[in-house]
């Protein structure tokens, strides 16, 4: 154990953002006998549900974000665009140590363009791209990296949100349009065999572990399903993970981080995106795995040491429940109750709900694990189960 650890039982997390991943982070300390204070701007959020504090204040609010640090041993992030503004401010008053990740990574990883130079700078293999700044030639970044390629937003971006794919010159035009006046990156479109992730922990005293990669499959853009541990060679899964590690290393990372890969055609594994803090593809974990990425992440920024990573079962499969399940008809409007009893039948699924009231088409609501013993059985079950659950109960 580092020095100047905090250890279970006696000290008291805080976490920025009040969203499902704080909540299963909540728990996670809970269970450990951490207390939790949550910071989120809105209402009624889902961690703040299950903590032992929530406050309810915008980011920019210094003296109340202060006060909140003040209370807290250490102080953690449930996603990545929280303004880092504050955190600079937090970090002038003496109380940076106790923010963890260091705000620097956030500032990297929620902006495009300092994401993919920050790749480029460190020798990291990624998709080529072009930046274009506010009122830049959006036009000739797309002709310097070729069709097809995706133009995205350089801030704010998630699930597919904020970025668009040409494949014609023919489409540059309304490219420009729906791009005008913003920061942009320009980036080569990866024709893939597969999306994988890796969550990589890594403690104060520089303790690293990797969780299996996994293999994710998108549905208009929403991770639909992650399998546990990815399809592909263990000696892809080897160079995926030591990529994950490298780039932990080189951000100085205390916590957890969600590296997103594509495995091309080729053969060539590109970082995608990093997250720096619990990922989608990770919630797995929580049944699959003998430490989950929630739990990794408290002992993480505690300075304990990591936990297991060993398998409970050979394959895991992940499926997010997302509101549509409420309106199994497309032209329904009026919400009904998912067939949850299909899912509680099964003996070897476990369901998670993450407490929102109002389910909406494409929210995430909650997800679903299956565990079994062959990869493609276990994903048509999980398949068969998510059809069952969108047929009102």
């Known amino acids: 154990m580092t020095r100047n650890c905090i250890l279970p039982g006696t000290g008291r997390i805080g976490i920025l953002g009040g969203g499902q991943l704080g909540r299963m982070l909540a728990q996670a300390a809970q269970s450990l006998g951490f207390s939790v204070a949550v910071y989120e701007p809105q209402v009624a959020c889902p961690a703040g549900a299950v903590a032992n504090q929530e406050v309810n204040a915008p980011y920019a609010d210094l003296d109340a974000l202060r006060d909140f640090v003040h209370g807290c041993d250490v102080v953690t992030y449930e996603f990545e665009n929280i303004p880092t503004?504050?955190?600079?401010?937090?970090?002038?008053?003496?109380?940076?140590?106790r923010l963890r990740p260091d705000w620097r990574i956030l500032e990297i990883a929620q902006n495009r363009l300092r994401e993919k130079t920050w790749l480029r700078d460190q020798g990291i293999p990624h998709a080529r791209f072009a930046s274009v700044?506010?009122?830049?030639?959006?036009?000739?970044?797309?002709?310097?990296?070729?069709?097809?390629?995706?133009?995205?937003?350089?801030?704010f971006g998630y699930d597919g949100k904020g970025q668009l794919k040409l494949t014609s010159e023919a489409e540059i035009a309304a490219a420009?349009?729906?791009?005008?006046?913003?920061a942009a990156v320009v980036e080569q479109w990866v024709t893939y065999q597969c999306e994988l992730s890796v969550v990589v922990a890594r403690g104060v005293g520089g303790e690293l572990r990797t969780f299996p990669p996994a293999e994710n499959i998108h549905t208009n853009h929403i991770l639909d399903i992650s399998i546990l541990p990815a399809r592909v060679p263990p000696g892809m899964m080897a160079r995926a993970e030591a990529l994950a590690v490298e780039i932990a290393q080189k951000l100085g990372l205390v916590g957890v981080l969600g590296v997103e890969l594509f495995l091309t055609e080729s053969?060539?594994?590109?970082?995608?995106?990093?997250?720096?803090?619990?990922?989608?593809?990770?919630?797995?974990?929580?049944?699959?795995?003998a430490t989950s990425q929630f739990e990794q992440q408290v002992r993480a920024i505690c300075g304990l040491p990591l936990g297991s990573v060993a398998p409970r079962a050979r394959v895991a499969v992940m499926v997010n429940v997302l509101g549509d399940a409420w309106f199994p008809q497309r032209d329904s409007a009026v919400p009904q109750t998912p067939n949850w009893a299909a899912l509680l039948a099964d003996a070897h699924t476990k369901l998670h709900l993450y407490g929102k009231a109002e389910p909406r088409r494409g929210r995430k609501m909650g997800h679903f694990t299956v565990l079994g013993d062959d990869a493609e059985e276990t994903l048509t079950r999980a398949r068969a189960l998510k059809a069952q659950l969108h047929a009102a109960g």
């Open 176 to 182: 420009q349009a729906q791009f005008s006046g913003q």
């Open 133 to 155: 700044p506010e009122g830049g030639d959006l036009a000739a970044a797309i002709r310097e990296v070729g069709l097809p390629c995706v133009v995205k937003t350089a801030d």
């Open 85 to 97: 503004a504050p955190l600079k401010a937090l970090e002038a008053a003496g109380l940076g140590q």
């Open 267 to 289: 053969g060539e594994l590109l970082v995608n995106e990093l997250a720096p803090r619990t990922h989608n593809s990770g919630h797995a974990t929580l049944d699959a795995c």
